[in-house]
Every structure is written in structure tokens, then in C-alpha cells.
């Protein structure tokens, strides 16, 4: 519980409806709840503090220009997006976390590669299972160069109109070109899907030639990052437009292990983290169904007011997303 004198400081600013006052005593809350290793507790209400003040602590405080619109509906091209998860959040391969270190070491230093005529990679694709840290890695990435996350809709970037959608597609890669920002082409299959399947009509086709010109045409500010689920359909020239490739995988042994130590640091429970009936009770799970769990378990020990977590509530939790 947060300290008397923060809590009257919280009070006092939100009656008085002082916002700068406010987020500080929150910040302080937030942080005392990460020193007793309330992680959990720490990141929600980090999440409910920045997703209204776009400001995490103190970064991506830059406002960038309104995004491009789709002619046809009006619907915004990107989303842009406060990141708010760091690297030590990010568990994964060592091979894929090197890439993503090496990333970021390459913008973070990029002055110095331009001194000897080089830049940071700029185009890199993300593949593998849902659910496994895709767009986690890209948000990630974007807190730590501190960018926005513009994440590309496709639900208006993909028009009914002939020619439309390249025409979109212009305007997203014009806007990514001028302002510096981290941009998530989610579910990039639904642009670069392989020409040479016969199912396709000739529109989708000249989609994928438009993605393939822009991206081996594209020098602009911002990192682009595609993620797809089904690198399978892709078409073959894609792979070649990208610098970097980047393999997601379903977690091993170990990184449920070092997934669940995280989920449930400051839980009190009643058994071992690597245990190998908990180890095994995981096993085949992205990381996103791990994390559902732990917290769908947590919620039914705090609503039946149990004062350590059990093995039965990580089951019961299991059964309930496994029937999800």
C-alpha cells in the first residue's frame, strides 16, 4: 500500500485538478509497488497512467502531425501509439533478443555508422505463431529509441476502390518518410501475399508490386517493421526487401520459467516456478496465452480472497483459456 503522505498528495491534485501534481504522485505510487516487487500491480497502473497522458515517464513526449486519412471513409491510415514496455519486459530466444539488441544498438549509435557512410537497418520483418512477441518486440523497440508506434490499419489502408490502396499506401509510407517513428505493419501478409497464386485477382497483385517499390524505394526517418503469422504465403521477393529477419517462436522450458518469474514476481504462492509440473502444464502456449492465464489465475485468487496462489488456480485458469 502506498505510503499516507502520496496518497494525500494523489487526493489533493486530483480535487484540485492539478494534472502535472497528479502524475507525479502516481509516478511515485507506481514505483514504491515495483520496489516491494508488485510488478504486476506496478505495470497496470503504469498502462491506466500513461494511456491518458501519452508521456511515459517523461519520453515520447513529441507530438507528431495528424496522420493520413483513407479518401474513400475517412478512417485514419496509423494509429499512433505510446509505447510503454521496456526491454526487460521482452523474453525471448537469445537469438532473436540479440537481433533486437543489435537493432537498437545501431540506432542508438547511428551518428557513428554515418560518419563511415552507413545507417541503421530500417526495413525489418518479423515472422512466426501468434501470440509470441511480435508486436510486443515493435513497441518495445519504439520505447527504448524513444519513437511512437504507428501501427498501420488495415481495415482502412485496404480499399474497394480500384487503385485506392496503393494510393493509401503512398500516403502512409510519405508520412512515415518525414516523421521519425517506429511503423508496425501488423499481419503484413494481407499486402505481400505471393503474386503467383492463382486465386488472386490482378488488384491484389498490383498491391504487392506497389509494397515491394515503396519498400526498396523508402530512405525515410522511421523504422519500418512487418510482422506476419504466415510467412508461408509471402510473396519471394519480399524477403529480399528486408535487412533484418527475425524468427518468433513459441517459448522453451526455460523461457517459461523466466515468463512466469516475471508474471508473478510479488505473488505469494504455494508452489516452485520450475517445477516440471508447472514447466509442463505450459508447454506448447505462446507467450501471450501464458501471460492471460497468470492473470486470469491471479484475479480468482484476489476475488476469493486467497492469500497464496495455488496450482488448482493456474489449472482452473488453463482450462478456462483452453475452452476460450
Given at each position: 500500500?502506498?505510503?499516507?503522505?502520496?496518497?494525500?498528495?494523489?487526493?489533493?491534485?486530483?480535487?484540485?485538478?492539478?494534472?502535472?501534481?497528479?502524475?507525479?504522485?502516481?509516478?511515485?505510487?507506481?514505483?514504491?509497488?515495483?520496489?516491494?516487487?508488485?510488478?504486476?500491480?506496478?505495470?497496470?497502473?503504469?498502462?491506466?497512467?500513461?494511456?491518458?497522458?501519452?508521456?511515459?515517464?517523461?519520453?515520447?513526449?513529441?507530438?507528431?502531425?495528424?496522420?493520413?486519412?483513407?479518401?474513400?471513409?475517412?478512417?485514419?491510415?496509423?494509429?499512433?501509439?505510446?509505447?510503454?514496455?521496456?526491454?526487460?519486459?521482452?523474453?525471448?530466444?537469445?537469438?532473436?533478443?540479440?537481433?533486437?539488441?543489435?537493432?537498437?544498438?545501431?540506432?542508438?549509435?547511428?551518428?557513428?555508422?554515418?560518419?563511415?557512410?552507413?545507417?541503421?537497418?530500417?526495413?525489418?520483418?518479423?515472422?512466426?505463431?501468434?501470440?509470441?512477441?511480435?508486436?510486443?518486440?515493435?513497441?518495445?523497440?519504439?520505447?527504448?529509441?524513444?519513437?511512437?508506434?504507428?501501427?498501420?490499419?488495415?481495415?482502412?489502408?485496404?480499399?474497394?476502390?480500384?487503385?485506392?490502396?496503393?494510393?493509401?499506401?503512398?500516403?502512409?509510407?510519405?508520412?512515415?518518410?518525414?516523421?521519425?517513428?517506429?511503423?508496425?505493419?501488423?499481419?503484413?501478409?494481407?499486402?505481400?501475399?505471393?503474386?503467383?497464386?492463382?486465386?488472386?485477382?490482378?488488384?491484389?497483385?498490383?498491391?504487392?508490386?506497389?509494397?515491394?517499390?515503396?519498400?526498396?524505394?523508402?530512405?525515410?526517418?522511421?523504422?519500418?517493421?512487418?510482422?506476419?503469422?504466415?510467412?508461408?504465403?509471402?510473396?519471394s521477393a519480399i524477403w529480399r526487401r528486408f535487412e533484418d529477419i527475425i524468427e518468433?517462436?513459441?517459448?522453451?522450458?526455460?523461457?517459461?520459467?523466466?515468463?512466469?518469474?516475471?508474471?508473478?514476481?510479488?505473488?505469494?504462492?504455494?508452489?516452485?516456478?520450475?517445477?516440471?509440473?508447472?514447466?509442463?502444464?505450459?508447454?506448447?502456449?505462446?507467450?501471450?496465452?501464458?501471460?492471460?492465464?497468470?492473470?486470469?489465475?491471479?484475479?480468482?485468487?484476489?476475488?476469493?480472497?486467497?492469500?497464496?496462489?495455488?496450482?488448482?488456480?493456474?489449472?482452473?485458469?488453463?482450462?478456462k483459456e483452453i475452452r476460450r
Amino acid at each position: 500500500m502506498a505510503s499516507g503522505k502520496i496518497l494525500r498528495q494523489l487526493l489533493k491534485a486530483g480535487t484540485a485538478g492539478d494534472k502535472d501534481a497528479f502524475r507525479l504522485a502516481s509516478e511515485s505510487i507506481i514505483e514504491e509497488e515495483r520496489l516491494k516487487q508488485h510488478h504486476l500491480l506496478a505495470n497496470d497502473l503504469e498502462k491506466i497512467l500513461y494511456s491518458s497522458t501519452a508521456d511515459r515517464r517523461g519520453k515520447v513526449s513529441r507530438l507528431t502531425p495528424s496522420v493520413p486519412t483513407d479518401k474513400e471513409r475517412g478512417l485514419p491510415l496509423l494509429d499512433i501509439r505510446h509505447p510503454q514496455r521496456s526491454l526487460d519486459e521482452l523474453i525471448l530466444p537469445s537469438a532473436g533478443l540479440d537481433a533486437v539488441e543489435e537493432l537498437l544498438g545501431e540506432h542508438r549509435r547511428e551518428d557513428i555508422l554515418r560518419s563511415y557512410g552507413m545507417r541503421p537497418a530500417n526495413r525489418v520483418l518479423f515472422f512466426g505463431p501468434p501470440g509470441c512477441g511480435k508486436t510486443l518486440t515493435a513497441e518495445v523497440i519504439a520505447c527504448e529509441l524513444d519513437m511512437p508506434l504507428a501501427v498501420v490499419r488495415l481495415d482502412a489502408l485496404v480499399s474497394s476502390f480500384l487503385g485506392e490502396t496503393a494510393a493509401n499506401l503512398r500516403k502512409v509510407f510519405d508520412y512515415i518518410s518525414e516523421y521519425p517513428m517506429v511503423a508496425l505493419f501488423d499481419e503484413f501478409d494481407a499486402l505481400g501475399k505471393e503474386r503467383a497464386d492463382s486465386g488472386e485477382h490482378g488488384e491484389l497483385r498490383r498491391v504487392v508490386n506497389a509494397v515491394l517499390q515503396m519498400i526498396d524505394a523508402y530512405q525515410g526517418k522511421s523504422l519500418i517493421i512487418a510482422a506476419t503469422n504466415h510467412e508461408q504465403i509471402l510473396d519471394s521477393a519480399i524477403w529480399r526487401r528486408f535487412e533484418d529477419i527475425i524468427e518468433f517462436s513459441k517459448p522453451s522450458k526455460d523461457m517459461i520459467i523466466k515468463l512466469l518469474s516475471s508474471k508473478l514476481r510479488g505473488v505469494r504462492r504455494q508452489f516452485e516456478i520450475d517445477g516440471p509440473e508447472i514447466v509442463e502444464l505450459f508447454d506448447g502456449l505462446s507467450g501471450a496465452d501464458i501471460e492471460r492465464v497468470v492473470r486470469r489465475a491471479a484475479k480468482r485468487m484476489i476475488l476469493k480472497g486467497q492469500e497464496f496462489l495455488s496450482l488448482n488456480d493456474l489449472k482452473s485458469a488453463l482450462g478456462k483459456e483452453i475452452r476460450r
